[in-house]
């Protein structure tokens, strides 16, 4: 595995690594990341690494842990996305407007000490087949009412414990100096990760 020197591997508790595009548990229905030869590894540049343990310590204390389900993503992961789905609603046009393949964000979300995920407004990419295959069809309007649920600023009286757990995630990424982005709950950039390079990954 070439990867920069520049990345480190998150594999140790209290995170947890599930990669959605390492299984078929994903909108593709495809295991793009271990197709590729690429597998269910969590790669990030150093300096989200040196955040991301700072948090740790804090998780520890809160008896949670974090899981990810994805984080650097291999341009040639990104390619072959784009091109099962060439929609800017699911992936972004290039490799360059997408922070994963910078290894500067991660998607994820807080879990219980035995590593059940909390309840959300949305799973985790709220981005499912049946919406993938309706969007592709040029049927939007379902898609789009769902994503509300997935937008920070989400609120519904109804679920007052999936809109704590959001908040609550926000807060501890926030405190390491992460960003969140409004329409995806679960993904946090590193700010000004635009300004580090796409890393290139090939099997050999
Ligand atoms: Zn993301």
């Given at each position: 595995?070439?990867?920069?020197?520049?990345?480190?591997e998150?594999?140790?508790?209290?995170?947890?690594?599930?990669?959605?595009?390492?299984?078929?548990?994903?909108?593709?229905?495809?295991?793009v990341?271990?197709?590729?030869?690429?597998?269910?590894?969590?790669?990030?540049?150093?300096?989200?690494?040196?955040k991301?343990?700072?948090?740790?310590?804090?998780?520890?204390?809160?008896?949670?842990?974090?899981?990810?389900?994805?984080?650097?993503?291999?341009p040639?992961?990104?390619?072959?996305?784009r091109?099962?789905?060439?929609?800017?609603?699911?992936?972004?046009?290039?490799?360059?407007?997408?922070?994963?393949?910078?290894?500067?964000?991660?998607?994820c979300?807080?879990?219980?000490?035995?590593?059940?995920?909390?309840?959300y407004?949305?799973?985790?990419?709220?981005?499912?087949?049946?919406?993938?295959?309706?969007?592709?069809?040029?049927?939007?309007?379902?898609?789009?009412?769902?994503?509300?649920?997935?937008?920070?600023?989400?609120?519904?009286?109804?679920?007052?414990?999936?809109?704590?757990?959001?908040?609550d995630?926000?807060q501890?990424?926030?405190?390491?100096?992460?960003?969140?982005?409004?329409?995806?709950?679960?993904?946090?950039?590193?700010?000004?990760?635009?300004?580090?390079?796409?890393?290139?990954?090939?099997?050999?």
């Amino acid at each position: 595995m070439m990867l920069s020197e520049d990345l480190a591997e998150i594999k140790s508790d209290p995170f947890i690594v599930e990669m959605m595009y390492a299984t078929k548990e994903n909108m593709l229905q495809t295991a793009v990341y271990d197709n590729i030869g690429f597998g269910n590894r969590a790669f990030v540049c150093r300096e989200l690494f040196g955040k991301l343990q700072k948090l740790a310590p804090v998780l520890q204390k809160r008896r949670q842990k974090l899981k990810i389900f994805d984080a650097y993503r291999p341009p040639a992961a990104h390619q072959i996305m784009r091109k099962i789905i060439p929609l800017s609603e699911f992936f972004a046009a290039t490799c360059e407007c997408s922070l994963h393949c910078h290894a500067a964000a991660i998607d994820c979300c807080l879990c219980d000490e035995k590593g059940q995920e909390l309840e959300y407004p949305t799973k985790v990419d709220a981005y499912t087949p049946e919406y993938a295959k309706q969007v592709c069809q040029g049927e939007t309007n379902a898609f789009q009412q769902h994503l509300q649920k997935a937008r920070q600023d989400y609120v519904n009286p109804d679920m007052d414990e999936e809109i704590k757990n959001r908040n609550d995630l926000r807060q501890l990424m926030e405190s390491i100096g992460l960003e969140p982005i409004a329409h995806e709950w679960w993904h946090y950039n590193l700010p000004q990760g635009k300004d580090l390079p796409v890393v290139d990954w090939s099997k050999d």
